[in-house]
Structure formats: structure tokens, C-alpha cells
């Protein structure tokens, strides 16, 4: 028998705390509309000091568990994705782990910035698909919110991240029956490092904390964020269209399209290039933000409970980030 791996439970968590766009011209030199207009954010949730990217991952796993119907007990493997780990080491994949009471199973950190969620359904995929696990938890976290820059240096990045959670539960199916997951993509291109990303701290630094901590030395993330956004733009209808040509289908099969939640404009200008209409985008950056690993599948999870996602549709996945990473997923829901 051929196996499929399908999706059997979502879901996703997000920190109470709403905060405007006004509250941020309150700290920084900006404003609504400048924010409105170059990224469609509105708000976005930020967590409260104490609580880290394993503590949402671990309450969007158990959401994720429950709607699967299965106990905790039952996953076999965890593969979580965050580029805000709670500490420098170990990731928050042991930590989740030991959050649901999961000691023993093995727990896997990916760490590919915005195509984090992506690289880890694949490396789950292949998992599934050898019959090496039956039951993977697939989490994405982030709580950005605690290290960006809110002076003006780093206004661009702060006003776009958010944190929040978003989780999947990964089981075997006979591909037969024409569900699960279709491909994965992914692709890197590691000449773009400083593009964005976060300088330090560095092992080739030494000592890689230094004694005097000075947090503007390379302590926020950075990027240049033209050079992203011309990536970005290209590299995602790439990876969709080498998806949809792997598995012999059209843009116009596709009923819904899952862009990581960058930028608004960059999920518009992602839609138009694939010619895919407008209606079919998944988008939520207005309320939430770019929440990196997590944004897509909080996205699909909203999707999947709101009824929007249905059984049979074709979902196609699509990220772009730091790295440069990017990657698709083809999924029959
Ligand atoms: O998840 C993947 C990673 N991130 C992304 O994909 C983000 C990709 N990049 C972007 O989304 C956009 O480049 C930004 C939203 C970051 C910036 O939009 P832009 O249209 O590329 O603006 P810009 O960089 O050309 O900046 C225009 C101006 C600059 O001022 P000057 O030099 O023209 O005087 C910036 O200093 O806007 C200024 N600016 C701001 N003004 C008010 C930058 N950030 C802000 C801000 N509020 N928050």
C-alpha cells in the first residue's frame, strides 16, 4: 500500500495582547497609514515578558492534538520551527516535548526563519511517508516581539512582526483516496545571509556575549528590506510553480493559496504574478502581522475552523525568508 501523509488536526494560539499601530507611533517615529499602506498591517498580538515561543508552541500543539482526536501520549515525533527560541540553546522542540509530558520521543528544531514551517512539514512528510512515525506534531512559535528594535533604526522590522503559534498533526493515509500531501519544494540560496538576519550573538565572536551588552551591536534583527521584497516577490511563484508542475496541475486547480504573511503587498503581488485570483489568497497579516514560522499555519488553521478550507480543496503553501529560504507544499485537503 502507497502512503500519503494527511493533516488530521490544526491549530493555533496567539498572546492576549492586541497592539495598534497607534500604540507603536506612540514609541517610534511612525504611523498608521505609513504601516496600513506599505504592509496591510493593522494590529498584531505581542507576548507578555516570562512567556516565550515554547510556551505558545506548546498551547497550539495541545489545540492541534485535540482537534486530531487523539491523546498526547499517541505523537511519536515533534518537529518545531522558530527563530525566537527561549534560549540560545537547546530549541523549543524539547521543550514543547516536555511541556505535553512527552519524554523519550525524539524532538527535531528546524531553523529556516519564514520557510520554518515549510522545511519542517517536509521533513515530517518524509518521516510519515517511510513509515518511520505514525504521529508527528509539526509546531511553529515566535515571540519577535521581545527583541526588535523600537527606535527609529529599526522601525521598518518592528512594526511588522508579531508572535504567535500555529501547530499540525501529521498521520499516514493510503494515497489512494487522493488526499494529504501532494510535494514539498525548497530551496535556499545562502549567498543572502546578511540580507536579514540577526548579527549576534556569534560563535566567531569571542567571548560570543559580550561582558558590556550593547543591544543595538547587533543584538536586533536587520534587513534590507527592498532587496527582501524583490525576492520575496519572484521566489515564492517559483516554488509554487515547480509544486503545481511536480504534480501535473494548473494555477487555476489551486483553490486556495497560503502565502507566508510577510507583507500585504507582497502576498497581492505574489497573487498576481501566479494569476491566481485575489479571492483564493488566504490573508490575515492585517490582524496578526508576520509571525515568521508560525504565519502559515495559524493561517490554514483559521481557514480549516472558519470552514474556508474544505474537504478536497487544493491548498498550496508558499514561504520566503531569511537565508534566503523558500519553499511550496501541495496539499489535497
Ligand atoms: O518575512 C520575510 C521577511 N520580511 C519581509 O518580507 C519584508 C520585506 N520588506 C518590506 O515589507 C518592505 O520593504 C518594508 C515594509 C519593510 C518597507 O517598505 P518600503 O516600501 O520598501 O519602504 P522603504 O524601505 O523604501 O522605506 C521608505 C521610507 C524610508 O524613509 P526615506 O529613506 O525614504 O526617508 C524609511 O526610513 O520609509 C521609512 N520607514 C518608515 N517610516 C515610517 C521605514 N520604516 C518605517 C516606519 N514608519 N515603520
Redesign the pocket.
Known sequence: MSIRTVITGTGHYLPPDVVTNDA?AAI????DE??RQ??GIVTRHHAAAGVGSSDLGAEAARRAIADAGIQPSEVDFIVAATISPDYYFPGIGVMIQAELGLEGIGALDVRT??TGFLYALSVADQYIRTRTFRKILVVAAEVQSHNLDYSNDG??????FGDGAGAVILEPAEASNGRGVLSTHLFADGRRVTD?WMRRPSSKDKPTFPPALDASDGFYPR?D??N??KN?VEKMPEAVRAGLRHNGLTIEQVDHLIP?Q??D??SLMVAHQLKIPVEKVIRNIDRLG?T?AASIPIALDEAVKSGRIKSGDLVVLTA???GFTWGSAVIRW
Not at 517610534?28 to 504611523?31: G, K, L, R, V
Open positions: 507603536l517610534m517615529d511612525t504611523s505609513w504601516i506599505r504592509s526563519q519564514c522601525r521598518d522590522m518592528a512594526v511588522l536579514l534587513m528590506g527592498k527582501v521584497f520575496a507566508h510577510a507583507n503587498r507582497i508576520n515568521t520566503f525568508g531569511s
